[in-house]
T-cell receptor, first 113, second 115 residues
Framework: GDSVTQMEGPVTLSEEAFLTINCTYTATGYPSLFWYVQYPGEGLQLLLKATKADDKGSNKGFEATYRKETTSFHLEKGSVQVSDSAVYFCALKGSGGYNKLIFGAGTRLAVHP | DTAVSQTPKYLVTQMGNDKSIKCEQNLGHDTMYWYKQDSKKFLKIMFSYNNKELIINETVPNRFSPKSPDKAHLNLHINSLELGDSAVYFC??????????????FGDGTRLSIL
């Protein structure tokens, strides 16, 4: 079945450092890919998405490119801030029906001043 | 003007009790979901309703029973609570028709703790 694998956390960075969180997926057909962010004590918020190969999703300085050849959707940010500290989830929606999201295990990011 | 709201936010109860969690969305969406997030933050879908019709029912114990009185509400009733039910339960909704790529909007979660 469909699945998502994320790099294990926690990821600890200093402010203004470069961030990469790796995400790879297994799916049949042409899934849509998402990054969600969960701040402490809150629900999940959509960060960005890409619906077809070579699409780049971007939001709040974060970017991810849908790479079908490597089945990857790595999240990047050039300069992280303390306020980016959160848990980041990579997710896919399969090309079948019902809009069911399959989530990765989540990666906790801690940014220190 | 909360988009997806869940009540209660925290629920602490004894093993063996029956409890309900409520979810309401004011986004006009027609599809709603329940997810369970365990202590390691792993998220897994449990149920989904589209226009009050059950469309996703993952392998969940039948002690869990979702109910959708209308397309803006999806409640989750849990019978005979067990220690392993301790988790954060998230409600979500989307305007998606079955094959759309619209994102899901999540509530803030209900933290259920079983004593």
């Amino acid at each position: 079945g469909d699945s998502v694998t994320q790099m294990e956390g926690p990821v600890t960075l200093s402010e203004e450092a470069f961030l990469t969180i790796n995400c790879t997926y297994t799916a049949t057909g042409y899934p849509s890919l998402f990054w969600y962010v969960q701040y402490p004590g809150e629900g999940l918020q959509l960060l960005l998405k890409a619906t077809k190969a070579d699409d780049k999703g971007s939001n709040k300085g974060f970017e991810a490119t849908y790479r079908k050849e490597t089945t990857s959707f790595h999240l990047e940010k050039g300069s992280v801030q303390v306020s980016d500290s959160a848990v980041y989830f990579c997710a896919l929606k399969g090309s079948g029906g019902y809009n069911k999201l399959i989530f990765g295990a989540g990666t906790r990011l801690a940014v220190h001043p | 003007d909360t988009a997806v709201s869940q009540t209660p936010k925290y629920l602490v109860t004894q093993m063996g009790n029956d409890k309900s969690i409520k979810c309401e969305q004011n986004l006009g969406h027609d599809t709603m979901y329940w997810y369970k997030q365990d202590s390691k933050k792993f998220l897994k879908i449990m149920f989904s309703y589209n226009n009050k019709e059950l469309i996703i029912n993952e392998t969940v114990p039948n002690r869990f029973s979702p109910k959708s009185p209308d397309k803006a509400h999806l409640n989750l009733h849990i019978n005979s609570l067990e220690l392993g039910d301790s988790a954060v339960y998230f409600c979500a909704s989307t305007s998606a028709r079955l094959y759309s790529n619209q994102p899901q909007h999540f509530g803030d979660g209900t933290r259920l703790s079983i004593l």
